[in-house]
C-alpha cells in the first residue's frame, strides 16, 4: 500500500497461494506486483469516500487481477469481535473476470478493514495491537 499527496491509498500488488493440506501448493493465481508485465495500481481507499455511484479498480492485471470496489455508504457504525466502531465506510468489491462473485467491506479510521461479507461467509476483526 502507499498513499498519494492528495491521500487516495494505493494497492501496489499481492503474492497469492493456493493451500491444499495447511501448504501452499505454488500455484499463485491472481498474483500480481506493479509495473511487471503491464500490471497497473489501483485504489484501495479513495481520499474522500462518497456514495457516487462511481466504480474504482483497486488492481489490475489484464486477466490475472481486475478487481473493483465502489463505496455503498458512509458514516457507517459496526461491531465486531475488536470492538466497536463509527464513521466507518462500506464497499461492495467485485471483478471483472468474476461478476459472480460479490463482497461488502467496512473499513474504518485508525483500524482499517474490520469487516468483509461474501454470499457464502463472512469475516469480522478479532484483535487490534500496537494502536
Known amino acids: 500500500y502507499a498513499q498519494d499527496t492528495k491521500g487516495n491509498v494505493w494497492y501496489l500488488g499481492e503474492d497469492t497461494c493456493e493451500f491444499v493440506n495447511g501448504a501452499c501448493d505454488g500455484i499463485h493465481a491472481g498474483a500480481w506486483e506493479w509495473g511487471k508485465?503491464?500490471?497497473l495500481p489501483g485504489i484501495i481507499m479513495p481520499a474522500t469516500p462518497k456514495v457516487d455511484g462511481q466504480p474504482y479498480y483497486q488492481e489490475y492485471f489484464k486477466g490475472e487481477a481486475e478487481d473493483v470496489g465502489e463505496v455503498i455508504a458512509v458514516m457507517v457504525s459496526i461491531t465486531v469481535p475488536a470492538g466497536s466502531y463509527s464513521d466507518c465506510i462500506q464497499t461492495r468489491d467485485t471483478s471483472t473476470l468474476d461478476p459472480e462473485l460479490i463482497e461488502t467491506?467496512?473499513?474504518?479510521?485508525?483500524?482499517?478493514?474490520?469487516?468483509t461479507k461474501e454470499p457464502d461467509h463472512e469475516v469480522k476483526l478479532i484483535k487490534v495491537s500496537g494502536l
Open 37 to 39: 508485465d503491464g500490471a
Open 105 to 115: 467491506k467496512t473499513y474504518c479510521r485508525g483500524v482499517g478493514q474490520v469487516h
